[in-house]
């Protein structure tokens, strides 16, 4: 992808001051890296390093397992040794000592280590999947832990990372480890009796480009400079747009004084307020480029008896955090922009007539404001919802444009410098990548996306320098209102065949969950069945075992009359069609016209056969292919979906 296409794309952010977390420690600070610490799983089978800084010169001792390794800190502060490779067990415990300093790390496994990157459905959390409670309280498997690396960006290559610390999937801490990167782990568990690892470094609503180095991407320093440059302009922009519209930037919130909340008065006069729609990000309705903290307010009436029986407030979600009220009574507050908010409002806080709503939301980086299922957006009087959404009232309590904001993660090789780069001296066993959604708002974004995955894949595994560690990643799911007729184009379903075309590379698999995706909300909340595809993925390509790791393949096609057989691979079992004895929806057919139409499909053998009346002498092809193919319920024995796919190039 040349970098032309890569501004025109759209790749624009703030300004590049410092990267957060970018600070070191001094030169002098006796220090190991923050990936060995409490609770650490090291790769078996590996040679690995354990590495920190120092004063320059300093010998520098590691002791694990009686076994002790000791170097001199070089002229740049930094020292390293390589401990020899092990098999699996713990817990162990290891020693690093200089000149009197000794930093102990207790309770460290040896097992298999997993890299989990990507964007927000990677990032999305145990706590916020369906069956969270349940899930939670259910993990007691210490042998999985988490290395949670923090978001954080770097113009240049960072030898260290921004924080980040191990935990262990229990109770405790599970809830906020990556769903799928957990649930992975937890199937993977139950077939490979070793400690599974999960360094987990992604961001929400990042493109691929980020998360790759400047020499994958080719880029020159003339073509680096270009890129800052465009962001400085872009930064200067944003103030200039949001001044012409609110005038001074306010940089301290009237609405919230002394722990008063002003704006939630319900007595207030906000007639001077501007409306805005909920939910619906502040961004797409005249204030882009803006953080902070804005505050909305809406009313609903009820009658004297509906009062006395309070209420439920349901916000939906919300980025990034909210304070809430009704009638100046604070109902709750929530941090996070995964989360929705579900409030109770005693009937101490509600009154016959007009009763008023005020939500104060804080957004540090990316969108802001309400967002999601209009639906989600309502008031329970009496088990009966009444919708909130629409236009409420709105005013902004303070702008700030943050370096680290919404555009930030958009920005070709910043997240790479500073959240993968770190790793690298790290032994991993493979990698987990759930992304691209940020690089599917246009066919041409989509279409440029085969390149750049296949490039990110290789040059990965060159610069982990580990060999070519097994990549598996997630296919998009299904999203977006189903096609009531096949489209001729499809940005999501060309995406999804550019993560299909990376199978050509050695040690790849990807999990296809066009079935388990939702139509109004990209986070899909059944994370558990994506960590499950996966798993099996790995104990087929990462761990030699001999199982169906995946859904239907097309192989081949011939054409016959007016009827098309489709021939496939990784049929396992035989060939099912989900809720049907026979008949398979998806497909659709086109003759030299290029005109789809649906298409009668049925199972025979390991075959499907697909013709329709209206298309007498077919050419084409295709499954699946659309933004949200409801209808596709072609799968193996097994339980597996059949991967989308097209026999044209149209």
């Not at 005013?395 to 959240?419: E, F, R, S, W």
């Not at 096949?486 to 079935?515: F, G």
């Not at 989900?578 to 649906?598: L, P, T």
Request: aromatic letters at 8%; charged letters at 20%.
């Amino acid at each position: 992808m040349t970098l032309r296409r890569m501004l025109a794309g759209g790749f624009t952010t703030l300004l590049l001051l410092s990267a957060p977390g970018a600070a070191q420690q001094p030169a002098d600070a006796f220090r190991v890296t923050r990936l060995v610490g409490d609770g650490m799983v090291m790769q078996r089978g590996k040679p690995v390093p354990v590495w920190g800084w120092n004063a320059p010169n300093a010998p520098v001792t590691v002791t694990f397992d009686g076994r002790a390794r000791t170097t001199t800190t070089g002229r740049d502060s930094a020292w390293k040794v390589v401990l020899p490779a092990m098999s699996a067990g713990g817990p162990h415990t290891m020693t690093i000592a200089s000149a009197g300093r000794t930093i102990t790390v207790s309770d460290i496994l040896v097992g298999d280590v997993w890299v989990a990157s990507g964007q927000s459905n990677m990032e999305w959390t145990v706590e916020n999947t369906k069956n969270a409670a349940q899930e939670i309280s259910a993990a007691n498997d210490t042998r999985i832990r988490q290395f949670k690396v923090p978001t954080s960006w770097a113009e240049a290559p960072s030898k260290d990372l921004a924080g980040g610390t191990w935990t262990i999937a229990g109770p405790q801490h599970v809830g906020g480890f990556t769903a799928v990167g957990y649930f992975f782990a937890r199937d993977l568990r139950k077939s490979v009796d070793v400690p599974i690892g999960i360094l987990h470094t992604s961001w929400g609503g990042s493109r691929i480009e980020p998360w790759m180095s400047r020499s994958a991407l080719a880029m020159t320093d003339a073509q680096w400079s270009a890129v800052m440059q465009k962001e400085r302009d872009y930064d200067r922009t944003i103030r200039a747009t949001l001044g012409a519209r609110l005038g001074a930037l306010p940089a301290i919130d009237s609405g919230l004084v002394g722990g008063q909340a002003r704006w939630a008065d319900p007595a207030l006069d906000d007639n001077g307020w501007r409306s805005i729609v909920a939910p619906k990000l502040w961004e797409q309705q005249g204030y882009d480029g803006m953080d902070g903290v804005a505050w909305y307010r809406t009313s609903f009436t009820l009658t004297e008896q509906e009062a006395a029986r309070g209420a439920r407030l349901s916000l939906g979600t919300i980025d990034d955090n909210d304070i809430s009220w009704v009638n100046g009574v604070e109902v709750g507050r929530t941090s996070g922009y995964d989360k929705p908010r579900t409030y109770d409002v005693p009937a101490s806080a509600l009154r016959a007539g007009r009763n008023v709503v005020a939500v104060r939301v804080e957004d540090g980086g990316g969108g802001g404001g309400f967002y999601g299922d209009s639906g989600a957006v309502y008031v329970d009087v009496s088990g009966t919802k009444r919708t909130l959404a629409g236009d409420w009232k709105f005013k902004v309590g303070v702008v700030t444009i943050a370096a680290d904001g919404q555009h930030i993660n958009k920005i070709p090789t910043v997240l790479y410098n500073k959240m993968i780069h770190p790793l690298l001296p790290y032994p991993i066993k493979g990698a987990l990548w759930y992304q691209g959604e940020s690089n599917a708002d246009g066919l041409a974004d989509a279409i440029a996306y085969r390149p750049l995955f296949a490039k990110l894949i290789t040059s990965w595994r060159k610069e982990w320098g580990v060999g070519d560690f097994p990549f598996l990643w997630v296919q998009l799911a299904n999203f977006m209102a189903p096609d009531a007729e096949p489209p001729a184009q499809s940005a999501w379903a060309t995406l999804r065949e550019t993560q299909t075309a990376a199978l050509a590379l050695p040690k790849t698999a990807q999990a296809v969950i066009i079935d388990i995706g939702e139509e109004k909300d990209i986070h899909p909340r059944n994370k558990q069945d994506v960590g499950a595809r996966l798993a099996l993925a790995a104990r087929k390509v990462a761990y030699g075992q001999s199982l169906v790791a995946s859904g239907p393949m097309h192989s081949g096609h011939t054409i016959r009359g007016n009827e098309v057989t489709v021939r496939f691979t990784n049929v396992g079992g035989g060939l099912i069609a989900r809720g049907s004895s026979n008949r398979v929806g998806g497909f659709a057919i086109a003759g030299a016209d290029h005109k789809f139409v649906w298409a009668d499909a049925r199972i025979e053998g390991d075959h499907v056969v697909v013709s329709s009346p209206s298309v007498t002498s077919p050419v084409a092809v295709r499954y699946a292919w659309g933004n949200n193919p409801t209808t596709a319920n072609l799968y193996n024995r097994e339980g597996l979906p059949a991967n989308p796919f097209r026999t044209d190039s149209w």
